[in-house]
């Protein structure tokens, strides 16, 4: 399918090269044209002016006259010229103005000016041609050097498209892949709690003629994997609203100081059951431009990793700080860190570093911190991860100030 788009768009390319080239070269054409007949017909102009002041012939070779007057016919065309210059006589007998014939017997092109004049003593008619071939034979190699220059052009134009074609491509193509591999991931991920929860229920319908107590392990464990569910196809809407750019945001003035505060309590309590100590730094005040519940989201996801990879023990510590015009919102644990192979695709949807770093059976989805760096860019932030194996995480988001 791309290799077909790069064609197209290749040859669009050169149609457009093509036809911007067959534009420009035929106005060059024209204006060189153009200035060569100007410089004949300026030289027709001041002969004609000594024809009508002395009446005499020019002598420059191959500028003709042909002069009617009454019968009388004065000349200074060969014979072979005669009867192409009867010709023209006859034909603009009545009009002024310049034309380009061909005539003689090599059937040169020349630059004819008619001047029929009607004076009181009679009529009289006067024809004069220069041969234009000197002047219009620059163009014949003016005309090859455009043809060859135009081939060499769409050629060059081919090559250029192309690669140009295959560069606008890749990230689309690799957005398309990454898409077709989040489809992949997510119904890999939807399938196993579906599989769980079908499997449970079998189990239940298998013992009927038992109670709902007798059943209640089965029952508990389809209800676990169907919120588990419901989690997911929740962080999977707000992806798609967000690709899609629907995600609605409520902006508003928001500390982010008190939201901190709010996070932490609510996480203390979790915190104390796997015995971390979950604390707040120093709390700058400041306030942004945002939508309070998408915020709050963002530093629950960032403390929810870090107490979920932080063993017994550990420490949590959520801070923040003014930095010019940004906020800086830190959240730093002591576990076990991030390889640093793993860190640069730690925001890739569905990735999940070391299962066997998270706390018991405390998975998550592999969605939470996609969700957050779209969340720091819809706030026009950024998200950034510093870690080391064994030396702990700390993640920074910087959100800019509100004016």
Same mark, same amino acid.
């Given at each position: 399918?791309?290799?077909?788009?790069?064609?197209?768009?290749?040859?669009?390319? #050169?149609?457009?090269f093509?036809?911007?080239?067959?534009?420009?070269?035929?106005?060059i054409?024209?204006i060189?044209?153009?200035? =060569?007949?100007?410089?004949?017909? %300026?030289?027709?102009?001041?002969?004609?002016?000594?024809?009508?002041?002395?009446?005499?012939? $020019? =002598?420059?070779?191959?500028?003709?006259v042909?002069?009617?007057?009454?019968?009388? &016919?004065?000349?200074?065309?060969?014979?072979?010229?005669?009867?192409?210059?009867?010709?023209l006589?006859?034909?603009?007998?009545?009009?002024?103005?310049?034309?380009?014939?061909?005539?003689? $017997?090599?059937?040169?092109?020349?630059?004819?000016?008619?001047?029929?004049?009607?004076?009181?003593?009679?009529?009289?008619?006067?024809?004069?041609?220069?041969?234009?071939?000197?002047?219009?034979?620059?163009?014949?190699?003016?005309?090859? #050097?455009?043809?060859?220059?135009?081939?060499?052009?769409?050629?060059i134009?081919?090559?250029?498209?192309? &690669?140009?074609?295959?560069?606008?491509?890749?990230p689309?193509?690799?957005?398309?892949? +990454?898409?077709?591999?989040?489809?992949?991931?997510?119904?890999?991920?939807?399938?196993?709690?579906?599989? &769980?929860?079908?499997?449970?229920?079998?189990?239940?319908?298998?013992?009927?003629? %038992?109670?709902?107590?007798?059943?209640?392990?089965?029952?508990?464990?389809?209800?676990?994997?169907?919120?588990?569910?419901?989690r997911? #196809?929740?962080?999977?809407?707000?992806?798609?609203?967000?690709?899609? %750019?629907?995600?609605?945001?409520?902006?508003s003035?928001?500390?982010?100081?008190?939201?901190?505060?709010? *996070?932490?309590?609510?996480?203390? $309590?979790?915190?104390?059951m796997?015995?971390?100590?979950?604390?707040?730094?120093?709390?700058?005040?400041?306030?942004?431009?945002?939508?309070?519940?998408?915020?709050?989201?963002?530093?629950?996801?960032?403390?929810?990793?870090a107490? +979920?990879?932080?063993?017994?023990?550990?420490?949590?510590i &959520?801070?923040?700080?003014?930095?010019?015009?940004?906020?800086l919102?830190? *959240?730093?644990d002591?576990? $076990?860190?991030?390889?640093?192979?793993?860190?640069?695709?730690?925001?890739?949807?569905?990735?999940?570093?070391? +299962?066997?770093?998270?706390?018991?059976?405390? %998975?998550?989805?592999?969605?939470?911190?996609?969700?957050?760096?779209?969340?720091?860019?819809?706030?026009?932030?950024?998200?950034?991860?510093?870690?080391?194996?064994?030396?702990?995480?700390? #993640?920074?988001?910087?959100?800019?100030i509100?004016?």
């Amino acid at each position: 399918m791309f290799q077909r788009v790069r064609v197209r768009l290749t040859l669009i390319t #050169v149609a457009l090269f093509v036809l911007l080239y067959a534009l420009s070269s035929a106005a060059i054409y024209a204006i060189v044209r153009h200035h =060569a007949i100007i410089t004949v017909d %300026q030289n027709i102009r001041n002969i004609a002016r000594h024809v009508e002041a002395d009446g005499q012939l $020019p =002598a420059a070779r191959f500028v003709y006259v042909y002069a009617q007057i009454g019968n009388n &016919v004065i000349t200074n065309a060969p014979p072979t010229f005669i009867h192409g210059m009867e010709r023209l006589a006859s034909r603009h007998s009545t009009s002024t103005g310049w034309f380009t014939n061909w005539i003689g $017997p090599d059937r040169q092109p020349y630059r004819v000016y008619s001047l029929p004049q009607s004076p009181s003593g009679g009529s009289y008619q006067v024809l004069i041609a220069e041969d234009m071939s000197q002047q219009l034979g620059v163009l014949i190699p003016l005309e090859r #050097v455009m043809l060859l220059v135009g081939i060499a052009g769409s050629l060059i134009a081919a090559g250029a498209g192309f &690669v140009w074609a295959g560069r606008a491509l890749h990230p689309i193509r690799r957005a398309w892949d +990454k898409q077709l591999r989040f489809v992949s991931d997510a119904s890999h991920e939807l399938r196993t709690p579906l599989a &769980v929860i079908q499997s449970n229920l079998d189990l239940v319908l298998d013992h009927a003629d %038992q109670t709902v107590e007798d059943n209640l392990e089965w029952v508990g464990n389809a209800q676990s994997e169907a919120r588990r569910l419901a989690r997911l #196809v929740h962080d999977l809407l707000t992806l798609a609203r967000s690709d899609a %750019q629907t995600a609605p945001l409520q902006i508003s003035s928001v500390a982010v100081a008190d939201v901190v505060r709010r *996070v932490v309590d609510m996480f203390e $309590p979790v915190a104390d059951m796997q015995g971390l100590e979950l604390k707040t730094g120093d709390l700058a005040e400041a306030t942004v431009r945002g939508d309070h519940d998408r915020l709050l989201q963002l530093i629950v996801i960032l403390v929810d990793n870090a107490c +979920k990879y932080t063993g017994s023990g550990g420490h949590v510590i &959520v801070s923040t700080a003014v930095q010019k015009n940004h906020v800086l919102l830190r *959240v730093a644990d002591d576990g $076990p860190g991030i390889d640093s192979a793993d860190l640069p695709h730690v925001f890739d949807r569905f990735y999940r570093a070391d +299962k066997a770093r998270a706390r018991g059976d405390e %998975q998550g989805t592999g969605l939470g911190l996609s969700i957050a760096q779209w969340i720091a860019d819809a706030h026009h932030g950024k998200i950034h991860i510093d870690s080391h194996p064994g030396a702990g995480t700390t #993640v920074t988001v910087s959100l800019p100030i509100a004016a």
